[in-house]
């Protein structure tokens, strides 16, 4: 009876730790797709006028970068006064954008920023980087993990 007990234990075990993978990227993914749905209906709750003017802000928010170099997000020191509202620009539901790449399914949130916290949850974006919204003369650096325990976000790439 022990014996028995022992093995159907190993094997609950064994299945635990082969599923676990496929179990917690299916969490992560779930998790992916509801912020997404959550900031697509945000936006679509938008004015134009609103989205108008949240795209006019990214724009001189980025016109405050041209010609710099991007430096370190980590380093103290004085930012202009724009970089001071990196944070409240292109937040809509505390996210920027969304990353699609069609080819290997996927589609992730942008957040501001590129903290541990963040690149679990999706794609960072580096502070300091132009914001994704395109143009002339832009530099957008966003950045992101793969192979995680906890999802596979970009390990297809």
């Not at 938008?46 to 928010?61: G, T």
């Amino acid at each position: 009876m022990k014996r028995m007990i022992a093995a159907l234990l190993i094997l609950l075990v064994g299945i635990g730790v082969l599923g676990y993978p496929a179990l917690s990227n299916y969490l992560a993914e779930k998790n992916g797709s509801y912020a997404l749905d959550t900031y697509e209906k945000a936006i679509a709750r938008q004015s134009k006028k609103q989205l108008e003017n949240e795209w006019a802000k990214a724009r001189a928010f980025n016109q405050t970068l041209t010609g710099t170099t991007v430096q370190d997000p980590f380093a103290d020191g004085p930012k202009n006064a724009a970089q001071n509202q990196y944070y409240e620009v292109l937040a809509v539901e505390k996210m920027m954008g969304k990353l699609e790449i069609p080819k290997i399914r996927v589609a992730m949130p942008i957040y501001h920023g590129t903290s541990e916290k963040t690149l679990t949850r999706g794609i960072g974006h580096l502070e300091g980087s132009s914001l994704p919204i395109g143009g002339e003369g832009t530099h957008c650096v966003l950045t992101g993990h793969t192979g995680l325990t906890s999802g596979k976000l970009l390990t297809d790439l």
